[in-house]
């Protein structure tokens, strides 16, 4: 009788521990917001102030603290040179748009890319930091998008564009009629409709230097491509995207160390 209900006994433990993991909620997941496979997850929790702030990412990634190009900078003493042209084949193949509480960030279907120096990248997501990371001779912008792509073999470049104040964009209206308040919640783009070029300045002259991923694990060896146009976007578009994150969402600037920087002739 003792081993028949002891054994009764743990079979009926095993179901209840079953049926409490099944019930339990899933974890709320934060993707990168520059990684090229959108699938890293850090092992620690990070932010932009406090306990979890950039002070503090070296506990989570040592190059954050001791990298040498690490990103973003302060663009200044550009030395003018005869850059690549970097050539755009954007396509309107929107997958969704997600808050995952450091960014609000739109993740792309297959089909948009850009060459650069006899290279293809594929554009996997872009994202947004307010006020900007980088800043261009000391100055800083409101907002600053950044379009995350990767080569076939995983390198990344990614293409900053700064906004200004100024008259409403098309593009972030639209985008931002989809924007998750909530952390942890994304929203189809399936039936959304503007061109991605709308984000991106007429002028494509641009400024190259060699960086890093600017959150969390700070991976270096990234190609930043920051173009030297503003685009526009009015103070209530920029204050509706603040209004959705917990803080600020800047990194600070990083020391530039003997990296150089080019800029197109």
């Not at 506990?59 to 990298?67: F, L, M, Q, V």
């Not at 990371?133 to 907002?143: A, D, K």
């Not at 007429?202 to 694990?217: A, I, M, R």
């Amino acid at each position: 009788m003792n081993k028949v209900f002891w054994f009764a006994a743990i079979v009926l433990l095993i179901d209840i521990i079953d049926v409490a993991l099944s019930d339990a909620p899933a974890p709320v997941t934060q993707n990168h917001p520059q990684s090229s496979s959108l699938q890293h997850q850090s092992a620690h929790s990070w932010g932009y102030v406090g306990n979890t702030g950039p002070e503090h990412w070296g506990d989570i990634a040592t190059i954050c603290e001791t990298g040498k190009q690490q990103s973003p900078i302060d663009i200044v003493h550009a030395q003018p040179t005869q850059l690549e042209a970097i050539e755009w084949d954007y396509e309107p193949k929107f997958q969704n748009i997600i808050n995952n509480g450091h960014t609000v960030q739109v993740n792309l279907q297959p089909g948009s890319e850009i060459e650069v120096n006899d290279t293809d990248y594929q554009l996997k997501q872009f994202h947004f930091h307010t006020p900007s990371e980088n800043r261009l001779n000391g100055r800083s912008y409101p907002l600053e998008a950044h379009f995350v792509h990767a080569d076939k073999k995983g390198n990344l470049a990614v293409v900053g564009v700064f906004f200004e104040h100024g008259r409403a964009n098309a593009a972030l209206a639209a985008l931002w009629e989809k924007m998750p308040a909530q952390v942890g919640t994304k929203q189809s783009l399936n039936k959304i409709n503007f061109e991605l070029n709308e984000l991106l300045p007429k002028n494509k002259n641009y400024y190259s230097f060699t960086g890093s991923l600017t959150t969390p694990p700070c991976s270096e060896g990234v190609q930043w491509l920051v173009m030297q146009q503003a685009i526009k976007a009015s103070p209530e578009q920029i204050a509706a995207f603040k209004a959705v994150l917990p803080s600020h969402n800047n990194r600070p600037i990083q020391a530039q160390n003997q990296r150089t920087i080019s800029v197109s002739k």
